[in-house]
Structure formats: structure tokens, C-alpha cells
Nanobody, 115 residues
Framework: QVQLVESGGGLVQPGGSLRLSCAAS????????MGWYRQAPGKERELVAT???????NYADSVKGRFTISRDNAKNMVYLQMNSLKPEDTAVYYC?????????WGQGTQVTVSS
């Protein structure tokens, strides 16, 4: 089973961009469906984007056209490019990996969009 570590969060002004990275250690990464989720204060964790083992992608309506998920199986990495950020994108962002009914989470990285 893989272990996941996120990085790349921080403070950014509205309209700005950030790129989140998720490093996976362990075997079988290419067989995992990978995703990014987020949780804002006082709210439930929600899906942001997923990418399948065949690179098919899925996005929440709130981020379509602004965020892009990608993966590099050679490097065991997943990325989330976030453009045109809004204050409502402020949240802790979590990397997730799913395979054979089992789910693995990273520790999360804080993204704050504020002027």
C-alpha cells in the first residue's frame, strides 16, 4: 500500500495560482485511482478531482476550467494545478489513493486564498 505526502500549499491572492504535489511511496502506484479532496473549516470533506489509472479525469463543478489534475507514474507523483483561485477555495487539501476497495490519505496541505 502506498503512503502519500502533500506539498505546495500556501497563501495566495485571489486570481493567483498554486500547484499542489502528492508524493507516493510504496509499490503499485500506477494501479491506484488518485484524487484530491478538500475540507474547509466547518464543512465536510469534498471531492475536488480524480484521475484514473488510464488518465481519465473528473472534476467538481466548482473547479472545472480552473483546476487540472495530472499524474506521473514514473515519479509516483500526482499534481493539482490550481488557477484563478477564489477565496472559497480556501481549505486543507488532501491527496487520496484508492485500489481494491482500500483508501489511503495524506496529511493534507493548507491553501489560503486571501488578499
Amino acid at each position: 500500500q502506498v503512503q502519500l505526502v502533500e506539498s505546495g500549499g500556501g497563501l495566495v491572492q485571489p486570481g493567483g495560482s498554486l500547484r499542489l504535489s502528492c508524493a507516493a511511496s510504496g509499490s503499485g502506484f500506477s494501479f491506484y485511482v488518485m484524487g484530491w479532496y478538500r475540507q474547509a473549516p466547518g464543512k465536510e470533506r469534498e471531492l475536488v478531482a480524480t484521475i484514473s489509472i488510464s488518465d481519465s479525469t473528473n472534476y467538481a463543478d466548482s473547479v472545472k476550467g480552473r483546476f487540472t489534475i495530472s499524474r506521473d507514474n514514473a515519479k509516483n507523483m500526482v499534481y493539482l494545478q490550481m488557477n484563478s483561485l477564489k477565496p472559497e477555495d480556501t481549505a486543507v487539501y488532501y491527496c487520496n489513493g484508492r485500489r481494491l476497495g482500500r483508501s489511503t490519505w495524506g496529511q493534507g496541505t493548507q491553501v489560503t486564498v486571501s488578499s
